[in-house]
């Protein structure tokens, strides 16, 4: 998904609805994004993932795991007066 919205998109401010652990907004932000996860649910990133296009595990700094701004809430309607794009890919109640 970041790779698509890299490609499809003018860099922007983005949020991650129901975005969990922040991964999305992990690449996005390090691609010099503005990414933020609104979820309820406070999760920690994982410490590493799989790069899909190498195929190998790259593993985060404590820095970058706590890296990722996260809003604990809810989604409300006037939160999307503050992005440019929003993503809402999860299927938990966050994003009804």
Avoid at 11 to 29: P, R, S
Avoid at 60 to 80: D, P
Wanted: with cysteine; charged share 30%; proline share 1%.
């Amino acid at each position: 998904m970041a790779e698509f919205i890299l490609e499809t998109y003018k860099k922007c401010k983005i949020a991650d609805i129901g975005g969990g652990k922040g991964l999305l907004a992990f690449l996005l932000n390090k691609k010099g994004w503005e990414c933020v996860v609104i979820d309820p649910f406070d999760q920690i990133l994982e410490h590493k993932y799989k790069d899909l296009d190498s195929g190998k595990r790259v593993k985060l700094t404590g820095e970058e795991i706590t890296g990722v701004r996260r809003i604990s809430s809810n989604f409300e309607k006037s939160m999307a007066r503050d992005f440019d794009l929003l993503v809402g890919l999860h299927a938990q109640g966050s994003n009804i």
